[in-house]
């Protein structure tokens, strides 16, 4: 299996994907380095599922085209198959099994030397902490400790690419934490892309290199979390000191401020790239001779942006929509 | 090999969850004790004519493997069903074997599983006291296995197309009755039965099947519909030509 280096992990070409009329995914072209964490972040029924389906060969794409690894979607599906890595937001492990068997049957599925499967086996079993659990049947997890095997089963290949759709839904604060640090430690340690789709704000903020946000099949913006997050005029700096109009006469006319409020004990900065002004102001005060008595700085976060670009929030987790089955089978891991 | 070692992976585990579930096996062992203890009793002295010498538990032993062929095969197929709402589906469908070897694992697997099921029936003719030889069981064992292969193609192909196991009462009405009563295995289909139904019985791969099984279990007592090797042609052709079905089923994409 021949990647060049150079090329993207993923390209997609306006994919798109129409259900009885309904458009899922709305001609998306995206490209994805090799390498990087990209985060698509949107509302529920945004079309991410569809598009990670369609690039994991699962489903076929009304049109467009789409390149994983260098092969194509349509024609190479075995090839696609054979480079990537994928854990389904739905639960799909066999819970007659143990741990160690769905590794082993998985280990079978790709290929994998048999050589090699132990080894790797208890690689991966270790980095997501299953070791002494590996022999119990599935049943006996927790939801978390579900998730975390299926991450591990994803990796026991060698993809190049991992798809992780929805990674910590439904599951507790803490297991979240956990994956993520799961997620963090995996590209430090091995040379992987990761395509991760979340309605979370927070995971695509903290995992993502770049996040694409992703509203009714249609990528809205597409950046780092930084410069998505600087997009948004107004990074807010308040300032609390006693001569607040004498501060703010100096700091008048100085660039990047864009509005100035003077408000009880102090002022308040609406400016463009707030950690770049705060130590200007700080410099002025001091220059000045005026008591600063503390500074803060509040950077819009991701659900700001989100709200910019789509003109609504992000939907709660509450309305998660579960059908039968599935709702039980999640119900019951949680 | 890699294909292989994708076959052998999921025959396994087909095999590992069947054995791992006691409730079923031991299920295993009603159905056909009503059947013969019952039903067989029951018509016996209720005046049934079975052709020749033979008791009516003897004359349906052979069909009751069958009907436990059928039925085991029937519901391992659907199984199939399971996996798709349990998710595990896309974890095989994702994965880089082929759709053929995807299809042949879960057959060979559910055939495993059926088998055993006929197996058990056989020890209970046995200890029934049905005139069983032991060494039977090796003439028997692989019709068992040509009767399964497809039985178990018909399911895993009907299954594909069903997305919820609510349908599982549709397979029972439409596949499971039908192939059972239309197979000769709980009354000859010789002479004296209708001609609708001779016809109708002929289009079932399953006759061929009892037909087979009570060549060889009932011996000289019993003159068979055809010859055994064309039985086992028949059933050969048929094997055949549901796999081939059931891999295209299979190789389909949304």
């Not at chain 1, 998306?28 to 994991?56: D, W």
């Not at chain 1, 789709?197 to 979390?225: C, F, N, Q, W």
């Not at chain 1, 000191?241 to 004990?265: F, H, Q, R, V, Y």
């Amino acid at each position: 299996m021949q990647v060049k280096p150079l090329e993207n992990a993923i390209e997609t070409t306006e994919l798109t994907r129409r259900f009885n009329g309904l458009v899922a995914v709305d001609k998306l072209t995206i490209s994805v380095e090799r390498g990087e964490v990209f985060g698509l972040l949107g509302p529920n029924g945004a079309g991410k599922t569809t598009t990670i389906s369609m690039l994991c060969t699962i489903l076929k794409p009304t049109s467009g085209s789409a390149r994983v690894n260098g092969f194509d979607i349509a024609k190479q599906d075995t090839l696609v198959r054979k480079s990537i890595g994928i854990v389904f937001q739905d639960p799909s492990i066999d819970d007659r099994l143990t741990g160690r068997e769905n590794l082993y049957m998985h280990a079978n599925l790709y290929g994998v030397p048999p050589g090699e499967q132990k080894s790797r086996i208890d690689r991966v079993l270790k980095l997501v902490e299953l070791e002494s659990r590996a022999d119990d049947i599935l049943r006996t997890y927790s939801g978390g400790m579900r998730r975390r095997l299926e991450i591990a089963r994803g990796l026991i290949h060698y993809p190049r690419v991992l798809f992780l759709d929805e990674p910590t839904i439904g599951l507790d604060p803490q297991t979240r934490e956990h994956i993520w640090s799961y997620i963090e430690d995996l590209r430090k340690a091995q040379d992987i892309t990761v395509v991760l789709t979340t309605h979370y704000m927070d995971e695509a903020d903290r995992l993502s290199d770049r996040i694409a946000i992703m509203d009714y099949g249609k990528i809205v913006a597409s950046d780092t979390p930084i410069k998505l997050k600087e997009t948004l005029e107004g990074d807010v700096i308040t300032v609390k000191t006693k001569e607040a109009d004498k501060l703010s006469s100096i700091l008048a006319g100085t660039a990047g401020i864009l509005k100035t409020n003077i408000a009880g004990e102090g002022i308040e900065l609406t400016v463009r790239g707030g950690r770049a002004i705060l130590p200007r102001v700080v410099e002025a005060a001091a220059k000045n001779g005026i008591f600063v008595e503390s500074v803060s700085l509040r950077e819009p976060n991701l659900s700001d942006v989100f709200l910019h670009y789509t003109g609504r929030a992000i939907r709660a987790e509450g309305s998660d929509e579960l059908h039968g089955l599935s709702a039980i089978r999640r119900r019951r891991i949680r | 090999m890699t294909e292989l070692r994708g076959i052998y992976t999921l025959w396994l585990r087909e095999v590992k969850r069947y054995l791992r579930d006691r409730a079923r096996i031991i299920s295993s062992f009603v159905q056909p004790l009503l059947w013969l203890g019952i039903f067989g009793s029951g018509i016996r002295f209720a005046g049934n004519q079975v052709p020749g010498n033979l008791s009516t538990q003897q004359f349906i032993f052979p069909g009751i493997i069958g009907q436990t062929l059928l039925f085991t095969s029937m519901f391992m197929g659907i199984s199939v069903i399971w996996d798709k709402e349990f998710g595990f589906m896309k974890e095989i469908l994702v994965s880089p074997i082929s759709r053929f070897s995807v299809f042949l694992g879960k057959m060979f697997g559910d055939s495993t599983d059926a088998v055993i099921q006929g197996t058990i029936v056989f020890v209970l003719g046995l200890l029934l006291g049905l005139q069983l030889n032991p060494l039977m069981f090796l003439e028997t064992l692989p019709i068992m296995i040509l009767i399964t292969f497809g039985l178990v193609s018909i399911g895993l192909t009907v299954a594909s197309f069903m997305e919820s196991l609510e349908s599982f009462g549709v397979i029972q009405s439409f596949i499971n009755l039908p192939l059972f009563f239309l197979s000769g295995a709980i009354f000859p289909i010789g002479a004296g039965v209708p001609t609708w139904l001779q016809v109708a019985s002929s289009f079932n791969p399953l006759t061929y099947g009892v037909d087979a099984l009570r060549t060889v279990i009932l011996g000289n007592a019993w003159s068979p519909l055809h010859p055994l090797y064309y039985n086992l042609l028949i059933m050969c052709a048929f094997d055949v030509a549901m796999i081939t079905i059931g891999t295209l089923a299979f190789s389909r994409r949304k």
